[in-house]
């Protein structure tokens, strides 16, 4: 919904010309000039909307970005009432997906209405889709216009488990005009399905006036690429790694002033304080989500026990393999350890399967 667009009441009569926004609420104009302020679920653009197997047509409709909205009036509008005012600071793509309880003074019964938040000036043309086992749910594909919020979804309070994997992919573009291209998005989010049944867990947030779950998808052009594990290349992994010939857990390098940390799993698991035997097949009956943690969980101890050694640099050995551990190393440098440097290990002596960090 943007101003201009012709609108009409949904659970009365009347209607008009949308002549902007304020809140959550939209200005519609009438015949005689007036402006009528309407909650934005109440209002429905008097054009056909793609909508949702099992949705009103309410629930389909765009809502502005409450905060972010753009404020005009419609005299200043050119005469083409397609043309779409961008905000200052739009042109960086940033994608959001917001979860809301539907009845919010009853928290522990309610179900949830789960929104897309374009707060760019791109339009995007996207698919929403949850996992049904080692499959895919197409749930919603559409568009969604710039500065706006699109609900995609009712969340029962039943299936809540079935919302633990999201995928959303979009294409990002203007109509009307050039524009600078943006990379195809194509991310998969976790959800924390266990925050669903804890009210202190859904802040206050720019896009909705009440308390909410937001998720990013793309934030100022950089999307969020949370980790993906794949059991089976971990295992594969696990077995090549078996066969090499890795160096001790923790060594230091004095002629380099380097610390050496091998993130080899039968290496981490093979110490005397208790930790599962180094025997290949013990190793390969616990899962590699549980592997991968204790990998993780000794890559951050270590980042954490030399936090103060500024200049120091750490070489983490993590394999060449599929790449699952370097992948969740970079992840966390990426996003949690961001004042920290790194890059390749020399090869020479480490080979194609570290990553070096300097403390900073």
Not at 138 to 153: F, I, K, M, S, W
């Amino acid at each position: 919904m943007k101003i201009g667009d012709k609108v009409r009441f949904l659970h009365e009569k009347g209607g008009g010309v949308v002549a902007g926004f304020r809140g959550n609420q939209v200005l519609v104009e009438d015949e005689d000039g007036f402006q009528i302020p309407m909650l934005t679920q109440e209002v429905v653009v008097v054009e056909d909307q793609q909508t949702l197997p099992g949705l009103s047509k309410q629930h389909a409709v765009a809502a502005p970005v409450s905060d972010k909205a753009i404020q005009k009036e419609k005299s200043d509008l050119p005469a083409d009432t397609d043309t779409v005012v961008e905000r200052e600071g739009g042109d960086k793509l940033s994608l959001f997906l917001g979860i809301t309880p539907i009845e919010r003074g009853n928290f522990f019964q309610t179900n949830f209405e789960l929104y897309l938040v374009n707060d760019s000036n791109y339009f995007l043309q996207f698919t929403y889709l949850t996992s049904e086992g080692n499959n895919w749910h197409l749930r919603y594909h559409g568009e969604v216009e710039p500065n706006t919020q699109l609900l995609l979804d009712e969340i029962a309070r039943e299936d809540i488990s079935d919302f633990g994997k999201i995928v959303v992919q979009a294409l990002a573009y203007k109509q009307q005009k050039t524009f600078m291209l943006k990379q195809p998005v194509d991310v998969q989010l976790h959800i924390d399905t266990n925050k669903f049944f804890k009210l202190h867990d859904f802040k206050e947030n720019p896009f909705f006036e009440t308390a909410a779950l937001i998720y990013a998808i793309v934030e100022a052009d950089r999307p969020n690429n949370p980790l993906q594990i794949d059991a089976r290349q971990l295992k594969e992994s696990m077995y090549k790694n078996a066969e090499e010939q890795p160096k001790k857990v923790v060594k230091r390098k004095e002629e380099h002033d380097a610390l050496v940390v091998d993130l080899h799993a039968n290496q981490l698991l093979d110490n005397p304080e208790g930790v599962p035997s180094t025997d290949l097949h013990s190793l390969l009956r616990a899962t590699p989500e549980k592997i991968l943690a204790y990998q993780m969980e000794k890559f951050r101890s270590v980042l954490k026990e030399n936090a103060k050694r500024k200049g120091l640099k750490i070489i983490f050995i993590h394999g060449k393999g599929e790449g699952v551990l370097r992948h969740a190393i970079i992840n966390e440098l990426q996003h949690k350890y961001k004042q920290y440097q790194y890059q390749d290990a020399s090869f020479l002596e480490y080979g194609y399967g570290a990553t070096q960090v300097t403390i900073r």
